[in-house]
């Protein structure tokens, strides 16, 4: 150093120019090194330098950063990366009172006694400084320099109250998201800056605060480290801090440092507390207000000449005291440690054999524990690194390529994101080494790639969660008195000065439920102004929409597309729904009447056209007596009837009151009665809809997912719902109804009274196992009874193995017996209580009604549920799961509904109380029954003749 050159100490307080000061007096030499206390200020700083000299001439130098260009002449560092051997003309240190910090003070405190330029050395920093300096640097001069603005206490304000321009300041992570989610909600969100952020994600959080985009910042105390912010009014929410041993509260100096980043230049600044943070004592506001702090008078040091011969005496020399009373050594630094720890492990102190191992391995540990997990965590990761680099000479860059894939993921929250960063950071600083990775232009954009990603996303997922866009720039509007401009786009999103606001579903404003109650107010009058035309222009689309855009829920919900326009209520009966239409207010009764017209159009066509069959035998006047009441019992039930419900009507009614039902394609089944027609899914849909409404139900039952046979029979269910499903319930499942009356078909070819076994027809027609089909008997009234077998079948044999067997010619196969146990069910008739088998006992004695006088239909007989032929076996057995085609296949024997012979009798007249599918036939030599069913069919024949 030029004996002549000048050291200078530019001390004060904050708000005084001294870094304005040093960039000014650097400039002005050829070559110049400044020393920053953060990577953010240091970002800062060499983006002024550049915009002055351009980057051609400027390097920028961090643990995690290295940019240097080949004609470097000014250098911008972190104070721990500053180069102290390229003899620079100028050289500067900035915040030189962090020499009494107890984690970095010893770094401070080196460049403090060593750190000088060839012509000028500048220390700016606090004026408690002085007298540390003065003692340990005789030579200095010192340069006091004053406050541009007033600085005063405002007491304590709670942060709803706080005016804006405000940086509210936390000292931990919790807290300060506690308090930036507090200011979202009250005041539109804010800036977010801690000392972890990435330059580039704190660069961004600074420009929302410098843009006006918000009006608060909240901060560590990072803030008070050289961060030029327009801040007004400074609240601390604590006065304590833990310091990364313990919670210790803040001194007056470093709350002094904080407080004066309010008032910038000429403009004065206020300070104060809020939220829990009790109020400051007058002695500690005149220290604040007036920047006079005690000095002070003793600096952190370490020992900078490092013995390298071994990593015991590195230790001894780490650990030397300090012979000058200005000095004590400071805490022991995490390099320190980590050293220590891997220095005790055996196969550390087997590698590390000289000087150069020990070297490196110092190297190593000044790794800085970025991610911050464990310090065993960290002390493993330092060992890895210490291996390849002795082994290999540097990092594996497959192994560092895998490092860098797990983390480079930008997906996540705000805590996730900050721990990717944290963890880039370690391969930033290895990357940034010389020598310690391959293709080190590589790795360092690579790794900076990353970082910029993380940090971007990082930056997003600040300003999603701590600034809502909408509200800050709605009471900047209206702090303003000005009108807001509401638009409302092709998807129904509203807008309100460009922001968000909610979305118009249907006919109903959906407003965004994060605006406050004040704002929500003023958001939903603004969107209203918006929307009446909108409700207009729907209105008429919505009139001259096809049907196909609209459709109604299993909950009675009308929609159209996707949104909710209406509900279906309680008409005068079943088949007349009305409907009530889901319509803002404030869009008015004409666009409300529209929308219920259009509504309870589509309701009448879907009804018409799923019940067209029902609907016609309703409207037949053709119907009269007996024939007329059954087809009004129809239409109240939908189109589905269970026969014992209606036993008694089905007698009552005569051959031509059944055909004129079955033009209609009524089909008088075994257990039900029903239009086929309507148990296709889509009316099935719509009848249980329709019932609901009719019974008033809070909750409609769903309708069974369409094409099943059979679905599970619930205990709580009750039987009408599977009824209007399409579903007659036996056993564990219900069974849809027109594969039951096939199932009956075929039932009534066995002899129940002997025991028949199930065939593969009715296994197929149910689609059941044996054994659900044996629940299934049993739910109808049958008695299974489980047996085995055996079967024989016959099989090619296989060829024999093993040295003596004889093999099978070719061109013939062996052939063998095998015997399996086959299981099977033999199911006979056997109801609970068996019914007698004349069900009319009352009327026995009455003569039949071939033989009264007039000639007339035989009165129907309860279902028999012991077998028989008779049933329904004219007009219902060709229906077989003919439901599609609507009506019976067969009128009488032979012919269509209605067209058959005059005097042939209604199949139903041979029912008797059993189904006589369940019936034996009578053997021929037996004596005709006159009661029975087939006797009657006989009888009826006879009389012909």
């Known amino acids: 150093m030029n004996a002549q050159a000048r050291i200078a100490a530019v001390l004060g307080p904050t708000n005084t120019g001294k870094t304005h000061y040093a960039i000014e007096r650097m400039l002005a030499h050829r070559t110049g090194v400044i020393g920053l206390p953060l990577r953010l200020l240091a970002r800062e700083v060499y983006d002024r330098i550049v915009a002055l000299r351009g980057p051609s001439v400027v390097a920028l ?15 911008v560092c972190t104070t721990e990366a500053m180069p102290q051997e390229i003899g620079a003309d100028f050289v500067a240190v900035d915040e030189i009172q962090l020499c009494a910090d107890p984690e970095r003070g010893h770094i401070f405190t080196d460049r403090l006694l060593r750190a000088r330029g060839l012509h000028e050395t500048l220390l700016l920093g606090s004026e408690t400084m ?41 000292f931990s992570v919790e807290n300060l998201y506690a308090i930036a989610e507090l200011i979202r909600r009250q005041r539109g969100g804010c800036a977010v800056v801690m000392g972890a952020l990435s330059p580039r994600t704190r660069n961004a959080q600074v ?24 801040i007004g009014h400074v609240a601390f929410s604590a006065t304590a801090k833990f310091d990364g041993h313990r919670m210790r509260s803040l001194f007056p100096h470093e709350m002094g440092q904080i407080a004066g980043r309010a008032g910038r230049y000429m403009q004065p600044g206020t300070f104060g507390v809020t939220g829990e943070a009790r109020p400051f004592d007058e002695d500690l506001v005149e220290a604040l207000e007036n920047h006079r702090f005690r000095p002070i008078d003793r600096l952190q040091w370490r020992n900078p000449d490092l013995d390298f011969g071994t990593a015991d005496r590195l230790i001894a020399a780490l650990e030397a005291a300090p012979a000058n009373e200005w000095l004590v050594r400071g805490r022991e630094a995490d390099d320190l440690r980590a050293f220590k720890a891997l220095a005790d492990l055996p196969d550390i102190r087997r590698r590390v054999q000289g000087p150069r191992d020990v070297r490196l391995l110092w190297d190593v540990c000044r790794i800085p524990d970025f991610r911050s997990i464990s310090s065993g965590e960290h002390v493993s990761l330092l060992d890895r690194i210490f291996g390849f680099l002795q082994d290999q000479g540097h990092v594996p860059s497959d ?9 480079d993921r930008t997906q996540g929250d705000i805590d996730t994101l900050s721990k990717r960063l944290a963890y880039v950071r370690t391969w930033t600083y290895i990357a940034q080494r010389s020598g310690w990775v391959d293709d080190e232009s590589h790795w360092r954009g690579e790794t900076r790639a990353v970082e910029d990603r993380l940090s971007d996303a990082l930056h997003g997922a600040l300003t999603q969660r701590f600034v809502d866009r909408r509200t800050s720039v709605l009471l900047r509007r209206l702090k303003q008195k000005e009108s807001l401009v509401a638009e409302v ?22 407003q965004d439920a994060s605006a406050t109650p004040d704002e929500a107010k003023t958001l939903r009058q603004a969107a209203y102004e918006s929307l009446r035309p909108e409700f207009h222009l729907r209105a008429d ?31 005068a009966d079943a088949m007349k729904p009305q409907v009530e239409p889901f319509v803002d207010e404030e869009a008015g009764f004409d666009v409300a009447e529209k929308v219920r017209r259009r509504l309870q159009h589509f309701i009448d066509r879907k009804v018409a056209t799923q019940f067209e069959p029902l609907l016609n035998l309703s409207r037949d006047e053709a119907l009269t007596g007996l024939a007329r009441g059954f087809a009004f019992r129809l239409v109240e039930n939908l189109g589905v009837l269970p026969r014992e419900t209606v036993a008694e009507d089905v007698k009552s009614l005569d ?25 296709k899914p889509a009316p099935t849909r719509l009848r249980l809809v329709l019932s609901s409404l009719a019974r008033g139900l809070d909750e409609f039952p769903e309708s069974p997912p369409p094409g099943l046979v059979t679905i599970p029979n619930l205990p709580d269910v009750p039987k009408d719902y599977y009824t209007l499903s399409g579903y007659h319930p036996a056993g564990a499942r219900a069974i849809r109804i027109d594969m ?14 002997a025991g028949f076994e199930a065939t593969a027809d009715m296994l197929s027609i149910t689609g059941m196992t044996l054994e659900q089909f044996a629940d299934l008997m049993a739910g109808l009234g049958y008695k299974g009874e489980r047996g085995e077998r055996e079967k024989v079948r016959t099989e090619v044999a296989a060829p024999a193995e093993g040295e003596g067997a004889n093999p099978i010619p070719e061109g013939e196969a062996a052939m063998q017996t095998v015997t399996e146990t086959e299981v099977f069910f033999t199911f006979t008739w056997a109801p609970k209580q068996r019914a007698p088998r004349h069900p009319r006992p009352e009327r026995r004695g009455e003569p039949r009604a071939d033989q009264q006088g007039e000639r007339g239909p035989r009165p129907e007989k309860p279902a028999r549920h012991d077998g028989g032929k008779g049933g329904e076996r004219g007009g219902e057995r060709g229906d077989k799961d003919k439901s599609a085609r609507g009506g019976d296949r067969h009128g009488d024997r032979g012919g269509k509904p209605g067209k058959g012979k005059p005097h042939n009798r209604d199949k139903d007249a041979r029912r008797d109380d059993k189904p006589r599918s369940f019936e034996s036939r009578p053997q021929k030599n037996d004596r005709i029954d006159p009661d029975n069913p087939f006797a009657a069919a006989l009888m009826g024949l006879r009389d012909k003749i």
């Open 740 to 753: 039951l009356e096939r199932l009956a078909d075929l039932l009534r070819t066995q002899d129940s009274r």
């Open 130 to 170: 002085r007298p540390a300096i003065a003692a340990l640097v005789p030579k200095a001069q010192f340069l006091r320099r004053e406050r541009f603005s007033a600085l005063s206490y405002t007491g304590s304000k709670k942060i709803s109250r706080l005016p804006a321009r405000s940086a509210l300041i936390s």
């Open 489 to 510: 786009n092709d998807k129904g999103e509203v807008t309100v000065e460009g922001e968000f606001v909610g979305r118009l579903e249907g006919f109903r404003f959906r």
């Open 207 to 230: 420009a929302l605060y410098q843009n006006g985009d918000v009006d608060f910042i909240v901060a560590t105390d990072a803030i008070g480290m050289g961060l030029n912010l327009d």
């Open 655 to 679: 051959q031509e009151a059944r055909g004129a039902l079955r033009k209609h394609g009524v089909r008088f089944g075994q257990y039900t009665i029903f239009q086929p027609a309507l148990l």
């Open 61 to 75: 130098v961090t643990g995690e950063e290295r940019i240097v260009p080949e004609r470097a002449q000014y250098w």
């Open 541 to 571: 689309r919505f009139y001259n929409a096809p049907d196909t855009e609209l459709d109604f829920t299993e909950q009675g919900g009308l929609m159209w597309g996707t949104h909710a326009v209406g509900k279906l209520v309680k008409g």
């Open 399 to 407: 192994w560092l390529a895998q490092q860098i894939a797990r983390i």
